[in-house]
């Protein structure tokens, strides 16, 4: 199974167009916060027809509209702050914050565990845990505009640039 991995989009619908159109062979996505406004949750769900795992950011501030227009899309699944998800045969964890998915990392609990926040990519063990920060999708913190295909059966993941 692959999964796509996104996070900090921080309302750039160009970027978010652009990684989703290059995303389209995933089987489902995780996207780790801070889509901003509501209209970017429009654009997931219009952009990505599979199964949308979606935590929230620190940024993600109107979660009545985000969570209302999530719902009219069957495919989207929010979690809240944290997410605990079983894809492909691998057990994740999924949090915004790359201090919490470290800690959830050191726990041995997860095979894998997704986190943003501080806009940096990054692909380590911690253990037998993979820890995976795609970037962000935004692209103006780091200059880069990233995000990842992870394949649960080969234990591969693939970083994509977004220009």
């Known amino acids: 199974m692959k999964i796509a991995i996104i996070s900090d989009i ?17 089987d489902e996505m995780i996207c780790c916060g801070d889509l901003c406004s509501p209209f970017i949750m429009k654009d997931l769900g219009n952009g990505f027809a599979r199964n949308i795992h979606i935590v929230f950011g620190n940024n993600d501030g109107d979660h009545f509209r985000l969570t209302k227009i999530a719902g009219e899309f069957p495919h989207i699944q929010l979690h809240g702050e944290v997410a605990e ?27 894998v565990v997704c986190y943003g926040h501080n806009h940096q990519f990054e692909v380590a063990h911690d253990g037998n845990t993979l ?10 913190l ?8 992870y394949d649960t059966d080969s234990g591969e993941v693939a970083k994509y640039v977004v220009e």
């Open 10 to 26: 921080h309302d750039h619908r160009l970027k978010l167009r652009a990684a989703l159109h290059m995303l389209q062979e995933a």
């Open 85 to 111: 998800l079983q894809l492909g045969g691998k057990r994740f964890a999924v949090s915004h914050f790359d201090n919490i998915g470290r800690m959830l990392a050191t726990s041995e609990v997860y095979d």
């Open 131 to 140: 820890k995976i920060n795609p970037g962000e999708i935004m692209g103006e």
């Open 142 to 149: 780091t200059g880069t505009s990233s995000f990842v295909i």
